[in-house]
């Protein structure tokens, strides 16, 4: 992307600015592509500005200071009541664009000017058709690096991620290579101690007290919905309503409490892992609502990962669905998405034992306020939950997809149950477990 000044460029009337001096990016394409669809997902972790198409849209892109400015030429389509609208969507509580303005330029350029509140870094990429998306062209504003440390230095991980410096694992490339040829033989995990059940401090094997830490992973987000019920509810509504709930009772415990998303934004799943990974998780909770073809289908279910392959059908292709979250969501550059597979034998087998046990304990509790579809803990290849050194469960709260729990799921008592459901499958596991981490 070329940053040009504001004196490096002329004005024609009414404001309009000059072509920028990079070529068009093609989407190979000689037809017209006419847009179908405009979106803006404001965030403090990031603006997400998307434009949908029946085609590809060939584009460029340029920033302009003071004051600051995004400038996106597209080429070969037209101005439609769609694209119109676009300026309508800007939100006042965008932390990054104060407006939009759209014009046509040129006879095959359509040039939209986004009018910006702060420094920002945009990424700028095409996505190829997926689900119920066409192709989408997507303009992402990321804060600038001083504006980042102090809202969320944690969310400098999206940019790694799309740099390719994190892997599907939540590890650095750098970190792996350094972790494998130096890997010792995995820690013995010593008796734990005996301490009151409702304490939430407990002893490490380096004998220093200190809080459990817990992240809670709200599934989907943003651009990714996630599964929508017969009355249009969205999963990724409820199930952020009730990370909250379940932070909110974990912290009154005296728990280090964490969310990997907490407001209406998209986040790969390997950036979910990372966060967990940089924070030194002792539990990772990804929370969902269940959907499936059939409404007649109904229960809570919880999940670990599998060294093996699904232990089921169901299990394999819930995995699947929700593992497609980053197809649907979008990331401009998709990491490495290979485990390392000596990191990944020297530590996981400890951690899916432990993870089983944290899946029990949390499943019993679930049990109490809604049908189990498996009474035991299924497993399956989550992408979610490859962290190879924390304990990780998916929890499926409800099939959204079944009018029946579709209304638990809308009501504050069903969300508020569940929460502490997941509370106190917690307690039961930390009650026994010993951290890893000091």
């Not at 409800?398 to 459901?421: C, D, H, V, Y």
């Amino acid at each position: 992307m070329k940053t040009i000044s504001r004196r490096a460029l002329l004005k024609f009337s009414s404001g309009s600015l000059l072509l920028g001096l990079s070529p068009f990016l093609r989407a190979n394409t000689a037809a017209a592509a006419d847009v179908t669809a405009v979106r803006i997902w404001p965030a403090n972790a990031y603006t997400r500005l998307t434009l949908e198409s029946d085609l590809p849209i060939e584009y460029k892109y340029f920033a302009l200071t003071n004051p600051g400015r995004l400038v996106l030429d597209l080429q070969g389509i037209g101005i439609n009541t769609v694209l119109q609208s676009l300026p309508q969507k800007v939100l006042p509580f965008d932390p990054y664009i104060g407006s939009v303005r759209i014009g046509q330029f040129n006879e095959n350029t359509v040039r939209v000017v986004m009018d910006l509140k702060a420094s920002v870094n945009p990424q700028v990429f095409a996505l190829k058709p997926v689900a119920d998306f066409k192709n989408r062209l997507v303009i992402d504003l990321y804060p600038s690096a001083t504006q980042q440390e102090e809202a969320d230095p944690l969310m400098a991980l999206l940019q790694d991620y799309n740099r390719g410096k994190i892997n599907s694992d939540g590890t650095s490339k750098i970190t792996d290579k350094t972790t494998v040829a130096q890997a010792p033989t995995p820690p013995v995990r010593p008796a734990p101690p005996e301490i009151p059940e409702d304490t939430p401090v407990f002893i490490s094997p380096k004998n220093f007290y200190r809080k459990p830490i817990i992240v809670l992973d709200p599934g989907h987000g943003g651009e990714d919905p996630g599964a929508i019920g017969p009355s249009g509810l969205r999963e990724k509504d409820v199930v952020l309503a009730i990370a909250r709930e379940t932070k909110k009772r974990l912290d009154e415990l005296g728990y280090k409490t964490y969310l990997t998303r907490n407001e209406d934004v998209f986040i790969p799943l390997g950036v979910r892992v990372a966060k967990a990974r940089k924070l030194k998780a002792d539990v990772f909770i990804s929370i969902h609502a269940d959907a499936f073809t059939n409404p007649a289908a109904r229960g809570t279910g919880v999940y670990a990962i599998s060294q093996k392959g699904a232990t089921n059908a169901a299990a394999k292709y819930l995995a699947q669905t929700q593992n497609n979250a980053d197809l649907i969501g979008g990331v401009s550059y998709s990491a490495d998405k290979h485990v390392n597979n000596t990191l990944f034998d020297l530590t996981q087998t400890a951690t899916v034992n432990d993870s089983l046990k944290l899946g029990k304990g949390v499943l019993n509790a679930l049990g109490k306020i809604n049908k189990l579809h498996n009474n035991t803990v299924n497993q399956a290849n989550f992408a979610v939950l490859k962290a190879p050194d924390i304990p990780s469960i998916l929890v499926e709260t409800a099939f959204i997809s079944n009018p029946t729990e579709e209304k638990l799921l809308g009501s504050t008592q069903f969300r508020q149950q569940t929460a502490l459901s997941i509370v106190s499958g917690v307690k039961t596991y930390l009650a026994t477990a010993v951290l890893a981490r000091s």
